[in-house]
């Protein structure tokens, strides 16, 4: 299993601000994923950030906007940039293990 | 592409009533299926879980069974609490492991005493 740590839990923003969300895992994992959950709908991935290489978009997803950093095995970050009252999600951290994916407790965002 | 299509809620059911939601997906190779649960106010949570065909995932009186055939995991239980009441996501990963989820819409489930 793996163990993963999310900061902030919620945060309210100013719009045109930057919010970075950082992502802790209790163990060294090749893949971690980004997942935005709009208000009262379901999961949608960002992007999959590998260790070493540039994080992978999902279409409707831009690195300008969501910048992602990977510098070690259990750390990510991501950042949502220039917020505007739709980016008001909860964003979630996930890693897959051998049979089941795990996720942090998320971050809800709240943008005014 | 993959996908994952659930039954629409909200579900509003009697305690001790039979409970089934719908999930049905769509998925080269042979993925694993998952059913998540999301209390008010919590994170996502593991329910249970089947990784190949006609395995029966099983967890607090939820089962669910890989169906290939009809590509199918619907999840029951036979007699829902109060407590069970939260949103329910069907979800599979690629055959391949190690990949992301993706998720059905969810189906809130509500349950009066």
């Known amino acids: 299993s793996a163990v993963i740590s999310q900061k902030p839990s919620r945060d309210i923003c100013q719009r045109g601000t930057s919010l970075t969300i950082q992502c802790q895992v209790d163990s060294q994992v090749t893949m971690m994923f980004w997942y935005r959950q709009q208000p009262g709908q379901s999961l949608t991935l960002i992007a999959t950030?590998?260790?070493?290489?540039?994080?992978?978009?999902e279409s409707g997803f831009v690195i300008d906007k969501f910048p992602i950093s990977r510098p070690n095995l259990t750390f990510s970050t991501l950042t949502v940039s220039n917020m505007s009252p739709e980016d008001s999600s909860i964003y979630l951290c996930s890693v897959s293990g051998t049979a089941e994916a795990f996720f942090g407790q998320g971050t809800r965002l709240t943008v005014v | 592409g993959n996908s994952v299509t659930q039954m629409e809620g909200p579900v509003t059911l009697s305690e001790e009533a039979f409970l089934t939601i719908n999930c049905t997906y769509t998925a080269t190779g042979y993925p694993s299926l998952f059913w998540y649960v999301q209390y008010p106010g919590e994170g996502l949570q593991l329910l249970l879980k089947a990784t190949k065909a006609d395995d029966k995932g099983s967890n607090k009186g939820f089962e669910a069974t890989y169906r290939k055939e009809t590509t199918s995991f619907h999840l029951e239980k036979g007699s829902v609490q109060v407590s069970d009441s939260a949103v329910y996501f069907c979800a599979l990963s690629g055959s391949a492991g190690r990949r992301a989820l993706t998720f059905g819409s969810g189906t809130r489930l509500q349950v009066q005493p």
């Open positions: 950030a590998n260790q070493g290489s540039e994080a992978t978009y």
